[in-house]
């Protein structure tokens, strides 16, 4: 893979981080409309639709790294793997538990966390991590898989999974809303959606896609955007429910597909500068700024909350920017220091094996 691509890839992974920050800024402030101003709620849901394809492109990303390596034995891809991601995901939800206890007054207890832990309980936005250490187990079989396809067959497969998963998926949440309930006995688990999000990635990345389809592209892309807000109307009952908006949905697959073609035609630098240098480093620390973002979100709207009564959607709107900004850079400096961290211990390590 070329140094071109991989800073495409780099950059996409930035920006979908830093809009995984926003979707859940924008939560709270669209869990405040819901119940009392439908319009302006529909506003920053409408709004919140063009956040929507960072997590199907960083299953993508995924798929272009992971699924365009060679295979290797799988006790070596276990041990190189599974650690980098279980370990800190462990440690995370250690510390998530005892904030969240902590928060509510509650006492700990090791049988609440680990029953917590494995039923997935701990914090909401962790669920991604279990998804995708389910997906990083199986990675090495769907190497081989789409290693092994052609262009077509790859292409049909990811259709297939698409109708299946999400159409099928929506179009039962849709239906079930109104007592209709259609599809639920063909539509495959949530994972397949995630896991065809990795062949997406590959196949984009792999092959190339025509100036006409980019544009079709583009247009069912504005088309889908706009049908979220539309969708979550329809769909809504009582409290707020993201299901139309999450990555087993049908709405935010294409914008994330066009996303990714258009980082990979236009995000291209001949030369190198500083801005080529800080790409990569902020796109290593994406894991952790995903773990920890929330935790500085409450934090610092909880301590705003204190200084700043908004009085309105322009003032809400100014605060939803300002959390977002802050939480995202104060996430990204964490983030760089436990890099930073891990990198230096891996360095120590090394130097003790050398000597022994």
Excluded at 90 to 101: A, G, M, Q, T
Excluded at 134 to 144: A, D, E, R, T
Excluded at 177 to 205: D, Q, V, W
Aim: hydrophobic residues 50%.
């Amino acid at each position: 893979m070329n140094k071109k691509r991989e800073l495409y890839s780099d950059i996409l992974k930035i920006i979908a981080i830093f809009l995984v920050v926003v979707i859940h800024v924008m939560a709270l402030y669209r869990d405040k409309y819901f119940y009392t101003n439908g319009k302006y709620y529909a506003l920053l849901t409408f709004v919140d639709s063009f956040t929507r394809i960072a997590v199907p492109i960083f299953f993508m990303i995924t798929g272009t790294f992971m699924l365009s390596k060679t295979t290797e034995k799988y006790s070596d891809y276990f041990k190189k793997r599974i650690p980098k991601l279980l370990i800190p995901f462990f440690l995370i939800s250690i510390f998530y538990y005892i904030y969240e206890c902590n928060k509510v007054g509650a006492s700990l207890s090791i049988k609440d966390f680990i029953l917590a832990f494995l039923n997935g309980s701990i914090k909401y936005h962790l669920w991604y991590m279990y998804a995708i250490i389910l997906i990083y187990l199986i990675i090495p079989f769907l190497q081989v898989l789409v290693q092994n396809l052609d262009r077509k067959k790859l292409l049909y497969l990811i259709i297939i999974i698409f109708i299946l998963s999400n159409v099928f998926n929506t179009t039962y949440l849709l239906t079930n809303r109104y007592e209709y309930g259609m599809l639920k006995a063909f539509t495959l688990p949530n994972i397949f959606s995630h896991i065809n999000c990795l062949f997406i990635g590959y196949y984009l990345h792999k092959y190339e896609i025509s100036k006409n389809k980019r544009r079709v592209l583009g247009i069912l892309s504005i088309i889908c955007i706009c049908m979220i807000p539309v969708a979550d109307h329809f769909f809504v009952d009582g409290s707020r429910n993201d299901e139309m908006l999450v990555v087993t949905s049908i709405f935010p697959i294409i914008p994330a597909v066009f996303s990714y073609l258009f980082a990979k035609e236009y995000f291209k630098f001949k030369k190198e500068t500083i801005f080529t240098k800080i790409i990569p480093i902020i796109s290593s620390c994406t894991l952790y700024i995903y773990m920890i973002h929330v935790y500085i979100i409450e934090k610092f709207e909880k301590d705003l909350s204190k200084h700043w009564i908004s009085d309105g959607l322009k003032q809400d709107i100014l605060r939803i920017i300002l959390v977002t900004i802050v939480s995202f850079i104060v996430s990204v400096l964490i983030s760089y220091l436990i890099v930073t961290i891990q990198s230096l211990i891996k360095k120590l390590v090394l130097k003790k094996q050398e000597k022994k």
